[in-house]
């Protein structure tokens, strides 16, 4: 349980939020909606900015990813073959008594509705036996309601990148490993939503899919794979002899620089390896990468535990196999380069690689129910496939939630300090520390005083002049210092304020304005022809 | 109907897309779901860009238009005010023999389930009476299905801007007029998705609210409110005298702008007044922006019709009278302005413009059902407040559909000429002529040859210092005369070549590259240190 400081904290961070117009309950006028969060405006560019930079570093800036933008209501099958249907469930029991209906394991946790001085699990009411309650949003498509309408608010961005796989591929001119990138919205039905927008109903996703050769394939073209041991740090550059391991640990670090690169330091960040007993059972290693949210649960030495922004997995073939099977299409590829590699290996080398992709094979086969001498006979067909250069990829998925890492990037930018006012006087000042990049506003120009047309005039030179580069808010309207401290709590890192020395009242400083730091409120003056270059490097 | 010229240019221009991965159907590997579409790797490029440039227009550009980004599923009750619950739907019958369900204004159209060489009108099985089927897709929200937990997926994102009015006023520090601008999916059962992704049932909107003062507010403020007759076209610069009709013409010519600037002539588009009879009964004029697609109807003249990209209405203030009667929350402002002017009025003119308002309000509060007496007394109320700076703010609402926009630029990029292939021979080339600021890439960077080192080095290093500024796409795989024509249907703008001459073959060459221009395939020699600075305002 969050400590009474960190409540008090948390309140103080969803006030400004609202305050500011960074977070605001959906359809607030009507009482609202549990579990769904607008954005305002601050919170829309902020979000924006976030948006735009993933999508950029993994996608624009790198020849080996691309992007898809796939629909949000796709065909049920896809939720069959991810297995969402029949497993993406809490256990729920209903009161026969008062017709609730709660999680069958928070029972201690729920006021029962009737004696709320009591919990459920305190209530003798006859209740139901335990029931898997989906946790997918359903609806009907088209004009009859019946099974064979039903269709599902998607659960997450990942399926559609599987289920488009061949499509991308054949399109794209990639070949394995490259990765689809995807962003967009995603709903669970979450029985209990809580820690404001961290666990909404409605929240977004940016999920890549990076598909890699097996093992066995690697090491029939290179010889042996990677060893994680033989990997230096930070000078990972991506090589044919990597296996999942590797590459598993390159997204990694890909994403916790990522993390570092929008101003989350690696100290505010837990990278959490899950134990084999904690691993969805298709999932060879994931990590998730905590933030230390002021919610979060504290460990035994009394640190704070942190919640997940980011899941990465190795996901193994799970995934294209579950849609091969479910679909009846073929999901493997044909590589070139395993086929020649192939024919050059000595008849002991093939018989091992063979055997240790058949038991592969096999290890999934039986775990989808397929018959014995079935799964068999397929594995065995696709052992064969490699001599041909055919092979389904693995995965490696980093999976990471725009809304918790919205409210990260929130809760660390939040700082109290104390600033002396215009008259000198200390008093607490409220600042959101946003790193540049993602800070809503860049910069703020204000022209000192507001019934002067020379200042006013010269502001909106200066306004025009940056605008086109990048995000600007022009106010003019009440006290500096005033507006200073609107744009502390903004997150704004620099304003610009042009006063009556820019006119030239000091002819020394004409043409220059005076340059205003969020973090420590220092101030310099700048020439305004050189504004634009002296920000742009800060602000990228 | 379409022509059959038109319809083969429809199929040429659907398999373009299927096979340079800018669309594809949803789920295809399942057989697909009707009326779904997914965005590809270009695709999902092109639709970003076109997103960012009207987010970037509409808001960031602008002092006056802030953005929101809400929930998908609101409150329920956001769609009773709007109106949705009751009247947004299609009649349907049902055919009580086959149990099919049919639009009952399209049985003259769609063939019989079980006769399909007869129309459902032709069929003389019992039917149904006519039904209102409501297009928004409906699902339940939390543990218990039942009528209280019903929400929908919003059919529109205009709502959510003006239930969250009040909220953004209050945070954002705009005053009235301003705007309110969101970008994001909205969803519609539609009985009969058609003319590919023209009509679908999961859509992207981009929509603004903007604010103004009634005329009667401008009145007392201004003096006078401007008339349309004095405006000049193109020099539009919005005024403290614009009343509704100056302001809806206003944004007319801003998007109508808009569309050329990403590359629409304005041949292409349709500048379509509803007439009074097609307005909705709130709205008190709107302008559709059509776009001849060549699935479009012809007109008496034999002209494409053209069909809806963007309607542009003045909407009164019925969405905010909607809400605040709907959620007891007053959705009106107050505006210091009017009350200083409102008291140096004569009493004349205040009795004059209280009238207007009046008026205006007891028919807005008339066709509601409110009862007559208690309308009177509100609508009085409400001129009352004039006096104090109060009102409810009109709107113009511009609304745009992204997946239209998204394929009008696809057909009116689509080309097909001849050009010389590498050894002169003239062949069919296809070409897509995006403007370059929606282009998906924006420059390929192609080595000669691929097995030489030294090209391959280079042509990395050229890919590596534009990638940080634009969209690049790095190619060394086949001919270099098939790389440029994939990058044609790509719609790439330049292709960029680095070739022995760039290694210094040529010494007079040396460090320079090919630039292959898309259109016309012309070709000149460029020095690398100048092609950032070349290619950037090419593509702004």
């Not at 900015?49 to 570093?57: A, F, P, S």
Request: aromatic share 10%; net charge neutral; with cysteine.
């Amino acid at each position: 349980m969050a400590e009474p400081k960190e409540n008090a904290l948390m309140e103080k961070i969803v006030s400004l939020c609202k305050r500011r117009g960074f977070i605001y309950q959906s359809s607030e006028i009507y009482g609202g909606i549990n579990g769904f969060w607008d954005y305002g405006p601050l919170g829309a560019e902020l979000k924006r900015n976030v948006k735009e930079l993933w999508w950029n570093t993994m996608t624009r800036q790198r020849d080996d990813v691309v992007g898809l933008e796939a629909t949000i209501i796709m065909s049920p099958a896809i939720w069959k073959a991810s297995g969402h249907v029949d497993t993406f469930s809490d256990p729920m029991i209903d009161c026969k008594m008062c017709k609730g209906r709660f999680r069958a394991d928070q029972t201690g946790e729920i006021p029962c509705p009737q004696r709320p001085s009591k919990m459920v699990s305190e209530c003798h009411s006859e209740k139901t036996a335990p029931r898997a309650f989906n946790l997918m949003f359903q609806t009907y498509v088209g004009p009859v309601q019946d099974e064979s309408a039903i269709a599902y608010l998607r659960p997450e961005t990942a399926q559609a990148i599987f289920a488009q796989f061949k499509n991308v591929l054949e399109t794209s001119r990639q070949k394995v490993p490259f990765g689809i990138a995807q962003v967009g919205k995603a709903f669970r039905n979450e029985v209990t939503p809580r820690n404001y927008t961290f666990r909404s109903r409605e929240f977004e996703q940016m999920e890549l899919e990076f598909f890699i050769k097996p093992d066995e394939v690697v090491e029939a073209i290179s010889g042996k794979v990677a060893k994680i041991s033989d990997l230096t740090p930070n000078s990972q550059l991506p090589s044919a002899n990597w296996g999942w391991e590797a590459w598993h640990k390159y997204w990694v670090e890909e994403r916790i620089r990522f993390y570092e690169g929008i101003g989350l330091p690696r100290n505010t960040l837990v990278e959490y390896w899950q134990k084999p007993e904690e691993l969805a059972h298709y999932a060879r290693a994931t990590v998730d990468i905590l933030y230390k949210f002021p919610f979060s649960k504290r460990d035994e030495k009394g640190e704070l535990a942190g919640e997940e922004l980011e899941g990465i997995a190795a996901r193994s073939d799970f995934d294209l196999s579950q849609h091969e099977r479910f679909s009846g299409k073929l999901m493997g590829v044909f590589d070139e380069e395993l086929r020649a590699a192939w024919s050059t290996l000595d008849e002991a080398k093939k018989a091992g690689l063979s055997k240790r992709y058949y038991e592969a094979r096999l290890k999934y086969l039986n775990k989808t129910g397929v018959e014995p001498a079935k799964a068999e006979k397929e594995a065995k067909e696709d052992a064969d496939g490699l001599a041909k250069g055919q092979y389904i990829p693995h995965v490696i998925e980093p999976s990471a939630g725009v809304d918790r890492l919205i409210l990260a990037l929130i809760c660390n930018a939040y700082h109290e300090d104390t600033m002396p006012d215009e008259k000198g006087k200390l008093e607490t000042r409220v600042v959101l520390k946003f790193h540049p990049r993602v800070a809503p506003i860049k910069v703020a120009v204000l022209p000192l005083l507001k019934n002067k047309p020379e200042l006013v005039k010269k502001a909106q030179e200066v306004r025009d002049l940056l605008r086109p580069h990048l995000n600007v808010f022009y106010d003019d309207a009440g006290a500096i210092g005033r507006r200073y401290r609107r744009q502390d709590e903004a997150g704004t890192p620099f304003c610009v304020t042009i006063d009556f020395d820019t006119l030239g009242e000091k002819p020394e400083f004409k043409d220059t304005v005076t340059i205003r730091y969020r973090d420590d409120g220092k101030q310099e003056r700048l020439a305004i022809d050189t504004l634009l270059n002296w920000l742009l490097p800060k602000i990228r």
